[in-house]
């Protein structure tokens, strides 16, 4: 079909007004086109481009503000990464750490000096700064920790052949699972009220923590034959005696527990005014330094109970038996706090999930731990009140 071209005819006095506005519309457009090129915007006045909107860092840090002040040196800090990577290198004046990154998050346990103390982040291309202020904690209300050993004890713990289990490796690995509890404490707090509290402890001239060896005057079969309620009284009296009771809450560490023929001897868990103690029968799982914290935490070897204590809350593995020990050493000290057993949380069977704090994953257990799935690694609302007023916790 041919094409018609059809030509209408405007009336002049209508062509006027469309020419004019024609002019205003071309007007409008050269305008704005100057703004855009930083020409005049029609006033004499040079066009200023506009600030584009800020973009989210690639890096960012949940749970800590920059230049936030903290009273304890081994900060849980939780992040995410906007790239598709596996790990996040963090770098302090001191030392370089990596930690894993898993579907964008992570969690990293960073050593502070006294002082402010600036935290770089990099990870796929993209970084992050933190500054965090640690102020050694001023309350003269302090923990200490201890290892307590036999009146016949070399101060050797159960661990399995060819482990080091020394009364220094015990030393080494309760000096940190001591830093561990700490933060545990002020963490889960933060997570309750927002405010991150915990206690002081019992530190040497180098701002670690003591762990100052009891020797009991009983040996160990004396120890073995009496009831948990009578190794609290013998651990007591000797902190009495030694003038070491008062002023000071005591988490003792027991090194003469023992396991013989699948029987536990002397694992007693107790707690209440100034002291707590715990078997040390989790310590062959546990590690001796931060390095090693990820890989235990992960170690799902499953125990032998022909040789070797499975206190794990029923779970059999190396990882559990690490967390349990240093959740129920946290739950016992909890007592002396004053903190009475909760449905809930680490003052219930929520201390089998210490390890949940520290890492994204768990052996067995599918969900990836974000600080919203942590289980029982909490204080159960009933313990909080306890806590706040408490004049052994402070800020």
């Not at 079909?1 to 020419?19: N, W």
């Not at 404490?185 to 019992?202: F, P, S």
């Amino acid at each position: 079909m041919p094409i018609t071209q059809t030509t209408h005819t405007m009336p002049s006095q209508h062509l006027s007004r469309y020419c004019h506005r024609i002019q205003l519309t071309l007007a409008a457009s050269l305008l704005s086109l100057l703004a855009a090129c930083g020409g005049s915007s029609g006033d004499g006045t040079p066009a200023q481009p506009k600030p584009e909107p800020a973009k989210p860092s690639a890096i960012q840090i949940s749970n800590f503000s920059d230049g936030e002040t903290i009273r304890y040196s081994l900060p849980i800090i939780n992040g995410r990464v906007n790239a598709d990577v596996k790990s996040i290198t963090i770098n302090t004046a001191e030392k370089a750490y990596v930690a894993d990154v898993v579907d964008g998050n992570f969690k990293a346990l960073i050593p502070l000096r006294n002082g402010l103390n600036d935290i770089s982040f990099s990870a796929g291309g993209q970084s992050s700064r933190l500054s965090i202020n640690y102020l050694a904690a001023d309350n003269p209300r302090k923990v200490r920790m201890m290892y307590a050993i036999a009146a016949d004890d070399d101060g050797s713990f159960v661990a399995e052949a060819g482990m080091p289990n020394t009364m220094e490796d015990a030393r080494k690995r309760i000096v940190l699972q001591a830093l561990l509890m700490q933060s545990a404490t002020a963490e889960m707090l933060y997570k309750a009220t927002k405010q991150r509290i915990t206690y002081a402890l019992l530190e040497d001239g180098n701002g670690k923590p003591t762990v100052t060896t009891l020797r009991l005057p009983l040996t160990r079969a004396q120890l073995y034959a009496k009831t948990d309620n009578e190794i609290y009284s013998v651990i007591a009296k000797s902190l009495q005696d030694a003038n070491m009771y008062d002023k000071v809450k005591s988490m003792v560490i027991m090194g003469f527990s023992s396991y013989k023929n699948e029987k536990f001897l002397a694992h007693a868990a107790l707690g209440g005014d100034n002291l707590g103690i715990f078997g040390g029968l989790h310590l062959y799982a546990c590690p001796d330094s931060l390095d090693q914290l990820a890989a235990s935490f992960a170690n799902a070897k499953i125990i032998d109970r022909k040789f070797l204590p499975d206190d794990s809350g029923g779970r059999e593995t190396y990882w559990a038996q690490c967390a349990t020990g240093m959740g129920a050493s946290l739950h016992e000290l909890g007592h002396t706090f004053g903190l009475d057993h909760t449905p809930t949380g680490i003052m219930s069977r929520g201390s089998d999930n210490f390890n949940r704090l520290f890492t994204l994953r768990e052996p067995g257990f599918a969900a990836l731990l974000t600080t919203q799935n942590e289980g029982g690694a909490i204080w159960d609302p009933a313990s909080i009140p306890g806590l706040l007023q408490s004049e052994w916790l402070k800020k």
